[in-house]
């Protein structure tokens, strides 16, 4: 079966630290572009960070110097370490599958693949 499941989520004080996992199962993951994005009730969803095959990475402005995109085609998980949390980066967080042997993108309409997502809560 096709899918992707995000673990990691929780709720840390700002300045704190969380490390995101996504496993992939159902399909060759080393050849997908693969990214995070976050959304908040009532707003878009956000592009944080996105790598692709050839561990070409982007991060949105926003997680630049905090925040970290990974892989490991041989567990077949992406991760997302974060650090130096801030309350605006609350949110619930989905891994994404983009498209194969493509440069990195953080272009929703590119992302057919999610998952169903983990929730992160920063506190002040």
């Known amino acids: 079966q096709v899918q992707l499941a995000e673990s990691g989520g929780g709720s840390v004080q700002a300045g704190g630290s969380l490390r995101l996992s996504c496993r992939a199962s159902g399909y060759d993951f080393s050849v997908y572009v693969m990214a995070w994005f976050r959304q908040v009730p009532g707003k878009e969803r956000e592009g944080v960070a996105t790598?692709?095959?050839?561990?070409?990475?982007m991060y949105a402005d926003s997680v630049k110097g905090r925040f970290t995109i990974a892989r490991d085609n041989a567990k077949n998980t992406l991760y997302l370490q974060m650090n130096s949390l801030k309350p605006d980066d609350t949110a619930t967080y989905y891994c994404a599958r983009g498209r194969s042997w493509s440069p990195a993108s953080l272009n929703e309409p590119e992302f057919t693949l999610w998952g169903q997502g983990t929730q992160v809560t920063v506190s002040s």
């Open positions: 790598i692709n095959n050839g561990l070409s990475k």
